[in-house]
């Protein structure tokens, strides 16, 4: 369990997260989802105790991060791109960090053969790509058998199979009880695994649910109707209870009313159309929505160099 | 969720979490090849120096100048040059970890910030002290064989160069930890530690005021000076030993403050 209550951080004039109250609870993988510079990575960093949060606190399971006498045995992180000194072998990193946690030093062999890096072992890390790294950093957090795993952004770098496999190990150890919390730019990385979604944009929450009930309340049917009398048609389908915006001087968009009623109650009216069609809405749609708003550099901005 | 039976444990004692990251920093220094070498290269680096002065000296002695001294002295003389190996060494075992980004791994390992600076310090002055000690050890032996009479000594002279040179190192590797967890960044670490033990000694020379002449006698260089050769003026070894660990004190002190209050 991690407990966020009303987390807050500034660098210089600038906020990176704002009055962020959350819990991430056992049991289950939360996905933590929003642009790139929306404060995903300050905020578990806040969590890890590596960057000081200007008010507010976090805890895990009930206590703050730095309290923890052997913090790897209750909380794994891999929050860089990168793990290890470049000089060193993957045996010696995680030998030290074992150590520094009173951990069986056994478990550095067994970590790399969870994550797949076993016959690397005696490599120097400075050789690995970054696929390799991600499942170096993943194999120091799962070191110590942590209960809370908090991983920033683990699928980036990883090839397909990586990421089927990733998702596995976050949905093994969720059903065994642990608490995952994970971070992505990328709805549709998370979509898959996270039972429960926290989005934010430039340091706020913007909506935390669980994801079937995101799914549910953003995935209504869309209609779009083409029609010359545009205004009556709209008229007409308010008074039935649908919620219709306009999208152009003849098209409409309808929310809330299946399609067979909207074409009966033209064909009723005597309304010409032109177009009557669904667009199913998807949980990628509605994040973009959500969080395009709150999308610090975009490409208008930056003169079309997107930043994903 | 542990199928491992390893407990968490939320009240850990100083001692036991000193211990084992004292053991991890140790455990990271001998897997760098690179300050590994660093030592090596130093005690190489005194060992032929000790032997060329020793050279030197029956040299200028043989021709009538009086410049015998003990070899173990004569061997300590030449950690002025030897003693940069040493310094880059011990700002690297923390640089190293900011270079590469580790640091975050190791404070999250570690998140006592004091446990994590005792246990760098006791790691980086126990390797110097052994490494100041082996160093004179072993130094004096080609030194006094070039010297031959010019470099006769006491046993008594070699313990106070082995243990002064000990001491000094340890010292001095606090000193340069502290820098290094102030700059954060190798070239920043080493620099102002060249300044501290070979620039400031010359640069404050220079200036002709007599309490910067003063002050000059207290940097940590000549210090141990007078701590290794037992001098008796302008103070002797005990208070040498106090201004060193003054010296490291406060630099290792500001350095922790700095890793305290800044994010990482």
């Known amino acids: ?308 | 969720m542990s199928t491992l039976k390893i407990n968490e444990s939320k009240e850990g004692n100083f001692a036991g979490s000193l211990l084992a990251a004292t053991r991890a920093e140790t455990t990271k220094f001998i897997g760098l090849r690179a300050l590994v070498g660093l030592y090596a290269s130093g005690i190489l680096v005194t060992i032929a120096l000790g032997w060329l002065l020793g050279a030197s000296a029956k040299a200028s002695g043989d021709n009538g100048f009086d410049t015998a001294m003990p070899a173990p002295l004569l061997v300590f003389a030449t950690l002025q040059f030897g003693q940069l190996f040493f310094a880059a060494a011990a700002a690297l075992q923390i640089t190293n970890e900011y270079s590469s980004g580790t640091i975050a791994t190791t404070l999250q390992s570690v998140p006592r910030r004091a446990i994590l600076v005792t246990a760098k310090a006791i790691f980086l002055a126990t390797v110097g002290f052994l490494a100041g000690v082996v160093m004179i050890l072993l130094a004096t032996i080609p030194t006094a064989l070039s010297a031959e009479q010019y470099g006769v000594f006491e046993l008594s002279d070699l313990l106070s160069a082995a243990f002064g040179a000990g001491v000094y190192l340890a010292l001095l590797s606090l000193m340069v930890l502290g820098l290094g967890l102030l700059c954060r960044n190798s070239a920043g670490a080493i620099v102002s530690a060249i300044m501290l033990i070979v620039g400031l000694p010359q640069i404050l020379q220079l200036i002709p005021l007599r309490w910067v002449q003063e002050f000059t006698q207290y940097l940590p260089t000549n210090a141990a000076t007078f701590m290794a050769t037992g001098a008796s003026e302008p103070y002797g070894p005990g208070v040498a030993f106090m201004v060193l660990l003054a010296w490291s004190l406060v630099l290792l002190g500001a350095g922790y403050f700095t890793l305290s209050r800044r994010d990482a």
Request: no cysteine.
């Open chain 1, 1 to 308: 369990m991690i407990t966020l209550e009303a987390l807050a951080k500034d660098f210089g004039a600038t906020r990176a997260v704002n009055n962020l109250s959350v819990d991430i609870t056992a049991g289950m993988v939360t996905g933590f989802l929003g642009p790139n510079g929306a404060g995903k990575s300050t905020t578990m960093r806040m969590i890890l105790g590596l960057d000081t949060p200007t008010s507010g606190q976090s805890l895990v399971n009930g206590v703050p991060y730095a309290k923890l006498a052997y913090p790897l045995r209750t909380v794994g992180a891999h929050i860089s791109g990168t793990a290890g000194h470049p000089g060193h072998t993957p045996r010696t990193f995680l030998k030290a960090l074992a150590q520094s946690n009173r951990i069986p030093v056994r478990r550095a062999e067994e970590a790399l053969a969870e994550v797949g890096l076993q016959s690397v072992a005696t490599k120097r890390i400075g050789g690995f790509s970054l696929g390799m790294s991600q499942r170096l950093g993943i194999a120091a957090a799962l070191l110590g058998d942590p209960q809370i795993l908090i991983l920033d952004e683990p699928m980036n770098g990883l090839d397909a199979e990586g990421i089927t496999w990733i998702r596995q190990l976050m949905r093994t150890r969720a059903d065994a009880g642990g608490t995952i919390f994970v971070s992505s730019h990328l709805m549709s990385e998370v979509q898959q695994v996270a039972d429960h979604l926290i989005l934010i944009g430039r340091g706020e929450l913007i909506t935390e649910a669980p994801t079937q009930d995101l799914i549910k309340e953003f995935t209504q049917q869309l209609i779009t109707v083409r029609t010359p009398r545009a205004t009556a048609l709209a008229g007409l389908l308010l008074q039935h209870g649908a919620k219709v915006s306009t999208t152009g001087e003849d098209r409409l968009e309808v929310i809330g009313m299946p399609l067979e009623r909207i074409g009966a109650l033209a064909f009723d009216g005597g309304i010409e159309l032109h177009e009557l069609s669904i667009i199913q809405g998807s949980l990628e749609n509605v994040y973009n929505q959500l969080t395009h708003d709150t999308v610090d550099y975009s490409a208008e901005l930056t003169g079309g160099v997107s930043t994903k």
